[in-house]
């Protein structure tokens, strides 16, 4: 019978990545890349929301803290305006915040629930923001007003969202996906069990906004597409499993310009897939501790994720004295995320 691990001890940095410097001092629950400039926003179990302003010199790239905020308590989410002038943080105290970075500004409170706030994006054809909950719930709110335009009853907590204009898809617990056409948002477009047997932890809509990605615990990645027509297209595939142990899929993230996609997992490592050739385009080598969030800059020239404890295994398992949390910078190659034919196939459609 496999086991749910933790990775296996050994090289914090085994793919050699670049270091962010004075990251959180506890586990990191999301990174966010501005839209306009690599602007890179971390938020984490220790209260803070933290943005680096990193530079890219030739095959090196450097990192500087600019600036950073606190709730009351963790926060497990973050998102960024189109603009790239102002961030949104939410979390356990059950708020989200709105954050002008470029006037140096207080953070102000624009969204509110009755649980965690879970998940958080900007949605800039709409010009709201929408907040996901463990309250069962999903707010739209228009940043001036403290009332939210729109509640959605969801049918369980939110565990992940994901936004491609017009697309909207939701993850909840008990295996719930809920699809929403944002042309209609106060209507469910269509409501499907995932097509993994387990908990759902993170979900990725298509670029071209047929489809999206979902990934659960159980080391499995869905590929699901909206049309029926399509549906012969479905299918789910094995990752971030050993020969014994069996890791949650923590994070999904499509490369901006070629539409390949990564995925991070708590065995520590990433990986480079293209879902049209169903195949694996780059492994990385596995990290000493999970990977619980990662992000693409706006064109796909960086890559970042966080190398921390993930609690998976809960408090016994963890140790303050080596539990650093690190966040680390990728550059990928094109050999990397550039989409190639399967061996042995033409290019006929």
Not at 149 to 167: K, M, N, S, Y
Not at 201 to 209: G, S, T, Y
Not at 240 to 248: A, G, K, L, M
Request: net charge positive.
């Amino acid at each position: 019978m496999a086991t749910f691990g933790a990775a296996p001890a050994g090289n914090h940095n085994p793919n050699k990545s670049f270091e962010v410097i004075q990251p959180p001092s506890d586990s990191v629950s999301s990174l966010s890349f501005s839209p306009r400039a690599n602007h890179l926003v971390a938020t984490s179990w220790d209260n803070q929301v933290r943005c680096w302003e990193l530079t890219r010199n030739g095959a090196s790239v450097t990192s500087v803290p600019k600036a950073s905020i606190s709730h009351d308590q963790p926060v497990l989410c973050s998102a960024w305006k189109d603009d790239g002038t102002t961030v949104f943080s939410g979390g356990c105290d059950k708020q989200a915040k709105m954050w002008s970075l470029m006037s140096g500004g207080q953070p102000v409170t624009v969204a509110m629930h009755d649980a965690p706030i879970k998940e958080i994006a900007w949605i800039p054809e709409m010009n709201v923001l929408v907040t996901g909950s463990w309250d069962k719930t999903l707010k739209y709110w228009d940043t001036r007003q403290s009332n939210p335009v729109h509640t959605q009853q969801l049918p369980e907590r939110c565990r992940a969202l994901t936004v491609r204009h017009p697309l909207m898809v939701v993850a909840t617990a008990d295996r719930h996906l809920i699809v929403f056409n944002l042309q209609n948002p106060q209507i469910e477009f269509k409501r499907i069990p995932s097509p993994l047997k387990y908990q759902t932890r993170c979900v990725a809509a298509f670029p071209d906004q047929q489809g999206f990605l979902v990934g659960s615990i159980e080391g499995r990645v869905g590929v699901h597409h909206l049309d029926e027509s399509q549906s012969s297209r479905n299918f789910t595939f094995k990752c971030h499993r050993d020969t014994t142990e069996i890791y949650s899929v923590n994070s999904l993230n499509f490369h901006p310009v070629h539409h390949t996609f990564a995925t991070a997992g708590s065995d520590g490592a990433f990986n480079f897939w293209d879902k049209d050739s169903k195949q694996r385009l780059k492994a990385m080598s596995r990290c000493s501790q999970p990977i619980p969030c990662s992000a693409f800059n706006n064109d796909g020239t960086l890559y970042a994720y966080s190398v921390c404890y993930d609690w998976s295994k809960g408090a016994e398992n963890h140790n303050p004295a080596t539990a650093k949390t690190y966040i680390f910078l990728h550059l990928p190659q094109e050999s990397e995320v550039k989409p190639k034919p399967r061996v042995g196939t033409t290019n006929r459609k």
